[in-house]
């Protein structure tokens, strides 16, 4: 079975172990590995924070991943979504799953556009966003190709 539920302090390895996956880095617009200590700063805004939300996409009781949105100052209402699965979750559309329930989710409940910043080559990210709902916009933003979400419709 298959859920999602909110990023707790229990998932910090979990958190880390994603954030260190070389295919993790290689998407990312920033491609340091994170130390011990910058994480347990990344994990103070994620937890619990107000602009910053996430969930951890579970199969059988085990985390496969990680969906995030994370609200924007600027551009005004825009919440930026983004996701992250372990290797062996990959390819199975899990992500495409978590996008579209968060994503709806988030639609239901706010006014801000869900977007999505996709790297040029992350054909798998791509496909999973447009999967879920997501529309590329024609825009590219510092060499990120943006998607919006449109509702599903």
């Not at 998407?27 to 951890?56: E, I, Q, S, Y």
């Not at 496969?64 to 992250?84: D, F, H």
């Not at 988030?106 to 997501?134: D, E, L, P, Q």
Request: hydrophobic share 40%.
């Amino acid at each position: 079975m298959t859920t999602l539920r909110p990023l707790r302090w229990t998932d910090f390895l979990t958190a880390y172990r994603l954030a260190s996956d070389p295919d993790e880095r290689a998407n990312a617009r920033d491609h340091t590995m994170p130390t011990l200590r910058g994480h347990f700063r990344w994990m103070r805004k994620w937890v619990g924070g107000r602009l910053c939300k996430a969930w951890t996409i579970r199969v059988d009781g085990k985390a496969a991943g990680i969906v995030r949105v994370e609200r924007r100052a600027y551009p005004l209402n825009e919440q930026e979504m983004s996701v992250v699965l372990f290797p062996k979750y990959r390819g199975k559309r899990l992500a495409q799953w978590g996008i579209k329930e968060v994503a709806g989710t988030m639609h239901a409940m706010t006014m801000w556009v869900t977007t999505a910043y996709i790297k040029k080559g992350n054909r798998a990210s791509m496909g999973a966003f447009r999967r879920a709902g997501f529309r590329f916009t024609g825009r590219v933003v510092n060499g990120l190709s943006q998607f919006v979400y449109d509702g599903g419709e």
